[in-house]
């Protein structure tokens, strides 16, 4: 379903309208195709135009379908479910109207919404920049969380004695990151193709402002790429010493297979039914013990000075 909402810049917040009207902003959430096909009536344009803001894949990007009607595409960041950390955000700015529509309910619009602003549904390109930039606020604090978490990591937690989940959790945090970055990337894109002039929604005094927002996702992305190559570090950082743990294991058991292997090897040699050395000696088992603890021993020392045990 939507709803519709109108602001003056005097007016402390938005409020609601029964239909839309000029200067309106129509917010579709949890939207359905019916819903884009009644927005599409009110905006005049083919609903096809717009049938990919249901795409919880889709990336950012920024189209114009109508001489005065742009379609931005944008992601927001938020645990969505098992593996999908950003969602489908659609704005289309026509002349009359200001619609945004998404799959799912997005925390940014209903925050905008309900907090007082100096915005107005009639300044059209300031409303697009504001969300824009809440967008990219909220993947900085996503991505300043998932770094602090990292470095109390590898600051207070002995790497070598992390678990399994605790290693699938990191896992976790650097597919996230990568979602924040492979959302951000695409959006950068879009400010900057708005800024370029090709898509004539802005007034000058805006120019500015998209100029902060553009500085404000360059941010954004630097510090992500920075928290991933941290995550790198201590994840590679881990599979070294998982490995090497490994590895001493196998040396371990490897030193004490051949230690045990050479009392079974002559103990089994004494065992077969031919002629062999002291066998007519009374004083034979105490000797082959003597010499098979003699040879234990022997075989202990060296591959405990090849640092095997």
Request: charged share 25%.
């Given at each position: 379903?939507?709803?519709?909402y109108f602001k003056h810049k005097t007016d402390e917040k938005f409020h609601t309208i029964p239909q839309p009207i000029v200067d309106s902003w ?123 978490e990292v470095i109390n990591i590898n600051q207070d937690k002995d790497v070598s004695k992390m678990t399994d989940e605790e290693i699938t959790d ?37 120019q500015d402002l998209l100029e902060d927002l553009l500085l404000a996702a360059n941010q954004a992305e630097d510090l992500c790429r920075l928290s ?82």
């Amino acid at each position: 379903m939507y709803l519709n909402y109108f602001k003056h810049k005097t007016d402390e917040k938005f409020h609601t309208i029964p239909q839309p009207i000029v200067d309106s902003w129509i917010v579709a959430e949890n939207a359905t195709s019916s819903d884009l096909k009644e927005i599409s009536k009110i905006l005049n344009i083919d609903w096809d135009d717009i049938q990919d803001s249901l795409d919880m894949m889709e990336i950012a990007r920024i189209e114009k379908i109508e001489k005065d009607v742009f379609v931005v595409y944008a992601r927001f960041p938020g645990a969505l479910e098992v593996g999908m950390y950003t969602a489908t955000l659609t704005i289309i700015i026509s002349r009359d109207y200001f619609v945004t529509i998404c799959p799912l309910i997005c925390p940014i619009v209903q925050r905008i919404l309900s907090e007082p602003s100096d915005l107005s549904t009639q300044s059209k390109a300031k409303c697009l920049i504001h969300i824009l930039l809440r967008i990219v606020q909220e993947y900085t604090k996503v991505i300043k969380r998932i770094r602090v978490e990292v470095i109390n990591i590898n600051q207070d937690k002995d790497v070598s004695k992390m678990t399994d989940e605790e290693i699938t959790d990191l896992t976790r945090k650097e597919e996230n990151l990568n979602q924040c970055l492979n959302s951000l990337q695409p959006l950068k894109e879009v400010i900057e193709e708005i800024l370029s002039g090709k898509f004539t929604i802005l007034y000058e005094k805006d120019q500015d402002l998209l100029e902060d927002l553009l500085l404000a996702a360059n941010q954004a992305e630097d510090l992500c790429r920075l928290s991933l190559k941290i995550i790198s570090s201590l994840r590679n950082s881990v599979q070294i010493i998982i490995t090497n743990q490994f590895n001493k294991t196998i040396r371990l058991l490897t030193a004490l297979t051949i230690i045990l292997n050479l009392p079974t090897t002559i103990s089994s040699i004494y065992g077969m039914n031919v002629s062999l050395p002291f066998e007519k000696s009374p004083y034979a088992f105490p000797i082959i013990i003597i010499f098979i603890v003699i040879v234990a021993i022997c075989s202990f020392f060296f591959f405990q000075r090849r640092r095997w045990l």
